[in-house]
């Protein structure tokens, strides 16, 4: 039921709904089951048969894989708006990563039946979705290309860029960013060892760039930060 959604606003910006008006959206959230899932706890897993998409509408989720030797790579951080699970739709089978909550989420989810039987009335809704797995797998490109041709530093950099401009707050002091993620949350994102990370965070801060708080930091020079993400 809509009323349960504490920010229609957010979930109206999810690629689904940005295509639809406005009663053919209030609809589809009436379609949608609320699902709620405390920090810590496991929506779906890797190899999981995968039969719905998601939408955040409140909190944050962690996307993730795991090699058979037991290390674990962090492929993405979504928050409100975002939407996760469309793959299943155009290529049917397990899920291709673990989703967990990073902190106490809201989520709204829909059954893939109902999702192509939106798509085929609303044909643009599938030119949103197309959108989306364009834009994934270009991030996906930007990533393997940072891996082989930018360090360390750089990448964490560029890490907290994304998500300061995700999850920023602006404040007197800085950009806050309340990314919630642990340090070795934050190492398997850029895709090195924690002490390396760890490193880089304690050059950004004794050069003045930033601030380090727990599972958050303060940007207090954007512009240099930036430059070195690039």
Request: no cysteine; net charge negative; aromatic share 4%.
């Amino acid at each position: 039921m809509t009323h349960n959604i504490p920010d229609e606003s957010v979930v109206r910006n999810a690629p689904l709904f940005s295509a639809l008006d406005d009663e053919s959206a209030a609809s589809l959230r009436a379609s949608m089951t609320v699902v709620k899932v405390a920090k810590g706890d496991t929506l779906f897993k890797e190899g999981d048969d995968g039969d719905r998409l998601y939408v955040v509408v409140d909190g944050k989720l962690k996307l993730g894989t795991s090699s058979g030797d037991g290390r674990e790579n962090l492929l993405s951080i979504l928050g409100p708006g975002e939407m996760f699970g469309e793959l299943s739709l155009f290529d049917p089978g397990p899920r291709t990563a673990t989703a967990t909550a990073v902190t106490d989420a809201k989520l709204l989810a829909l059954a893939n039946d109902q999702v192509i039987g939106w798509v085929t009335r609303h044909p643009q809704v599938s030119l949103q979705l197309l959108g989306r797995l364009a834009q994934r797998l270009r991030r996906t490109n930007e990533v393997l290309a940072d891996l082989v041709f930018s360090d360390v530093p750089g990448r964490v950099a560029k890490a907290l860029i994304d998500l300061g401009t995700r999850f920023g707050v602006q404040k007197d002091d800085g950009l806050h960013v309340n990314h919630d993620l642990t340090q070795e949350e934050l190492a398997q994102l850029v895709g090195a060892s924690r002490e390396t990370v760890n490193k880089a965070l304690a050059d950004f801060a004794g050069r003045g760039w930033l601030r380090l708080e727990p599972r958050a930091v303060v940007v207090l020079d954007y512009d240099r930060l930036a430059k070195r993400g690039k």
